[in-house]
């Protein structure tokens, strides 16, 4: 399949090709739909891809060279499959995100381009890929997930270090428990 050649226009901006524009929305949705750190992320091969219809977990390899495995959502498989579409053929040892120069995403232009969307969508300097990491974590406790669970999920060696993620979630928590609480007092 070849790549095509469009590009998405964004009003008072320079034009990004749609496969930078793809790689993108790919890659954000899976820190966030994933709960990766950037490095797992941009650690990831194509033959490492979630595509629809595969309903394998990922294979992510974490710090320490700790393996696990995390469970993907469909809208994460199909950001992916429609990356992979915009970039065209690809062997499967190629990097799955890839720079404007064909080598293997760099952490610091991942970066950049969350600064370009998010000052595009008038967010707050600390969105930064990272805080959707946090915002995963947080996500889930809010929605009622155990937090030993978020813990595997996440790869973290200590509960501690879990905690701090779903902090400002727990303040949230209690702070909602105090104003519905009728002895909350």
Known sequence: MAARTGSIHQP????????????????????YGCGLRISEALA???????LPGNQAALRVLGKGGKERLVPV??????AVAAYLHERGDAPPEAP????ARGA????TVAERCM????????????ATPHALRHSFATHLLGGGADLRAIQEL????????????????????LETWRRAHPRAG
């Open 73 to 78: 959502l469909p809208a994460v498989r199909e």
């Open 12 to 31: 008072g901006h320079a034009e990004r090709p749609a496969e930078q524009a793809a790689r993108d929305v790919a890659l954000f949705t899976l820190l």
């Open 96 to 99: 799955l995100f890839r720079g």
């Open 154 to 173: 996440l790869g973290h060696a200590s509960l501690s270090t879990t905690q701090r993620y779903t902090k400002v979630d727990a303040a949230a928590l």
């Open 115 to 126: 600064q370009h969307y998010r000052r595009l969508a008038g967010l707050p300097e600390h």
């Open 44 to 50: 990831l091969d194509v033959r490492d891809a979630p």
């Open 104 to 107: 293997r995403l760099s952490p």
